[in-house]
């Protein structure tokens, strides 16, 4: 599949950028996907969508939806209505003519109709204007209220058109925000716009620090309910629970094995924080870490057999890296006297984390290779919490106040291509970005 290039003029090369750097032989424009500036990206339309039927407001909300996504994977230009060449009249065709005299590489033109029963048909299409042709035609059909889904759905299927990767946009996270009662803590999961939010633990009490199974099915939880926070897993399907950890100590989640099988969490026992391996089959508690120092915040590596945490063990918070064997743990980071919060990527080959800088003492989020080496800070504004992946590896979400209140913010993972993401949803903080699940 070619994908769309920008250099300083439009060229026909043979050559294929992917977005994580892979290369492909085959016709088509080149985009410079290193390209931070929204004036050197090449221009895409979503006209007003086509329809007679229906609440027109509707229209412009999918509308509006694909040109937020679109947006926010920093290829493209969102080129507004000033100045088209043509007003669409059917999905399927386009004057070609007209769009390349603006500078236009794809058109995503769209229809929508209205049944008497709630439910809605979209009709969605990506024209490649350079080539002149229609590269995809896709129809969805459904109840109304997931209009805001089937639009996410289409953007993913033009990002992987494009790129040969996953895309972001139909995607949840899932996150602890306030509850009802003073003081109270629901944990929540929502589309990855702040949209569709729904709760999923909302007992009135204290819930923090969620992490869901890959499947979609056992959500891990920190709860105060027994009067110590202790960690949980619920099955979401069943609605069954049990309480693994228990007695004072606080115990919380920090990620799922990619094949849902084991949990690493940290626990505090004898008053010292310490790194485990829960095997929800076996049901046994596995020890990693023994030392003097705090250890926090477990990450799987998307092969399960090791861990990044944060430990003190050298007099500051360092990120670490073990395996489950019993090895000693490796210290990755050397730059700065605080780093903490780590994300092992799914593609394995980056750990995101907040750190901050010794020159000025600002917070931020970095990666690290998982051999220690190539720290970059990525931005992250001011005061950044925990950074967290897309589950293609390649987009990081953070919560800010650089807007002077916390909002979450979403960037590339090289940093680029930073958005304040939709004020929508909840106040809360992002504890994982999951791919969306049949629940």
């Known amino acids: 599949m070619p994908q769309w290039v920008l250099r300083c003029a439009w060229v026909l090369v043979v050559l294929l950028v992917g ?19 929204d004036k050197d990206l090449p221009s895409l339309v979503v006209p007003a969508l086509l329809g007679e039927s229906g609440d027109p407001g509707l229209r412009q909300q999918i509308r509006g939806v694909l040109q937020q996504d679109m947006k926010y994977t920093g290829l493209f230009r969102i080129a507004e209505s000033t100045n088209y060449p043509e007003v669409p009249q059917t999905v399927e065709q386009l004057q070609y003519a007209g769009w390349i005299t603006l500078g236009v590489v794809a058109v995503i033109p769209g229809r929508l109709s209205m049944g008497g029963d709630g439910q809605l048909s979209l009709q969605l299409a990506l024209h490649d204007i350079l080539e002149q042709r229609m590269r995809i035609n896709n129809s969805f059909n459904g109840p109304t209220v997931r209009h805001r889904e089937m639009a996410h759905r289409f953007s993913d299927l033009v990002y992987r058109d494009l790129t040969g990767e996953a895309g972001p946009f139909d995607t949840e996270v899932l996150c602890a925000g306030p509850g009802k009662a003073k003081g109270s803590k629901d944990i929540i999961l929502m589309d990855y716009d702040g949209y569709g939010a729904r709760t999923l633990i909302a007992d009135g009490g204290l819930n923090l620090a969620p992490a869901l199974s890959p499947n979609g099915t056992f959500l891990a939880y920190t709860s105060y309910r027994s009067g110590n926070p202790n960690l949980y897993i619920k099955n979401l399907l069943t609605g069954a629970e ?125 990666t690290i290779r998982p051999d220690g080496n190539d720290q970059v800070r990525l931005g992250g504004g001011s005061n950044p919490d925990a950074p967290i992946w897309a589950p293609n590896g390649h987009f990081v979400m953070y919560t800010s106040t650089q807007g002077g209140s916390r909002q979450r913010y979403m960037m590339r993972g090289t940093g680029q291509a930073n958005h304040l993401l939709p004020t929508s949803g909840p106040s809360c903080l992002a504890s994982q970005w999951v791919a969306r699940t049949a629940r």
């Not at 977005?19 to 500036?37: F, P, W, Y």
């Open 242 to 366: 049990e309480r693994i950890t228990s007695g004072a100590g606080l115990a919380m989640a920090g990620s799922w094995a990619p094949d849902g099988r084991a949990l690493a969490l940290s626990h505090t026992i004898d008053g010292n924080s310490e790194i485990f391996v829960y095997d929800t089959r076996s049901k046994q508690m596995k020890r990693i870490t023994n030392d003097w120092g705090i250890d926090v915040s477990p990450s799987f590596a998307p092969d399960a057999k090791r861990l990044a945490f944060v430990s003190d063990r050298s007099g500051s918070p360092q990120l670490y890296v073990t395996d489950l064997q019993g090895s000693a743990p490796v210290r990755l980071t050397y730059e700065g006297r605080y780093n903490t919060a780590p994300s092992w990527s799914p593609r394995g080959d980056a750990i995101a984390f907040v750190g901050r800088a010794d020159e000025d003492r600002s917070l931020g989020v970095y």
């Open 19 to 37: 977005l994580c750097g892979g290369t492909r032989a085959q016709t088509g424009v080149v985009i410079d996907i290193e390209k931070d500036s």
